[in-house]
């Protein structure tokens, strides 16, 4: 007696390097996690490295306010611009800050404008010198994240290209 043959119909399988749309959606994320990469070193950065500067030296100053100012709360990532101002003999002085980092949110901010006397140019906010560590791991957990979701896609499509040759053999 002989075993009962099954074959099975032809299976069809979808391309491996997921096409040209596959490609193209994937340059487009790399493009939009890039950009956003992109906005957090100019926007984010500057503020950072200042702070860190002016960290140890940082006095508040008389007259320095806060002209605008808004923080919004994304799950546990709190986002704040501010234009920090004040008056000198020569003229006004003002600066846009930006400051990112993790925290829960639990109303609303209030803060003291502080610069260092030798650097009044780089003026920033109490809050922004007592989260000075919180700001840079965001920072830098946010970063890597959006640096590795802008580079992925591209690794994939080169990996998929450069393996194009060896498809189909064993």
Request: hydrophobic content about 45%.
């Given at each position: 007696?002989?075993?009962?043959?099954t074959?099975?119909?032809p299976?069809?399988?979808?391309?491996?390097?997921?096409?040209?749309?596959?490609?193209?959606?994937?340059?487009?994320?790399?493009?939009m996690?890039?950009?956003?990469?992109?906005?957090?070193?100019?926007?984010?950065?500057?503020?950072?490295?200042?702070d860190?500067?002016?960290?140890?030296?940082?006095?508040p100053?008389?007259?320095?306010?806060?002209?605008?100012?808004?923080?919004?709360?994304?799950?546990?990532?709190?986002?704040?611009?501010?234009?920090?101002?004040?008056?000198?003999?020569?003229?006004a002085?003002s600066?846009?800050?930006?400051?990112v980092?993790?925290g829960?949110q639990?109303?609303?901010?209030?803060?003291?404008?502080?610069?260092?006397p030798?650097?009044?140019?780089?003026?920033?906010?109490?809050m922004?010198?007592?989260?000075?560590w919180?700001?840079t791991?965001?920072?830098?957990?946010?970063?890597?994240?959006?640096?590795?979701?802008?580079?992925?896609?591209?690794?994939?499509?080169?990996?998929?290209?450069?393996?194009?040759?060896?498809?189909g053999?064993?």
């Open positions: 007696m002989q075993p009962a043959s074959s099975l119909p299976q069809k399988l979808p391309p491996q390097d997921g096409g040209l749309a596959g490609r193209l959606w994937a340059l487009l994320g790399s493009v996690f890039g950009a956003m990469l992109v906005a957090l070193a100019i926007y984010t950065l500057p503020s950072l490295v200042s860190w500067r002016i960290h140890d030296t940082a006095r100053i008389a007259g320095g306010r806060v002209t605008e100012g808004s923080c919004s709360s994304k799950l546990v990532v709190n986002i704040c611009d501010a234009t920090l101002s004040f008056q000198t003999k020569s003229g002085v600066r846009d800050v930006n400051y980092f993790a829960v639990s109303g609303d901010y209030t803060v003291t404008v502080l610069a260092d030798a650097h009044p140019e780089w003026m920033t906010t109490d922004a010198i007592e989260r000075l919180n700001r791991i965001t920072l830098l957990v946010i970063g890597g994240l959006l640096l590795s979701l802008t580079l992925a896609p591209v690794i994939a499509l080169i990996r998929r290209l450069g393996n194009r040759g060896y498809a053999t064993i």
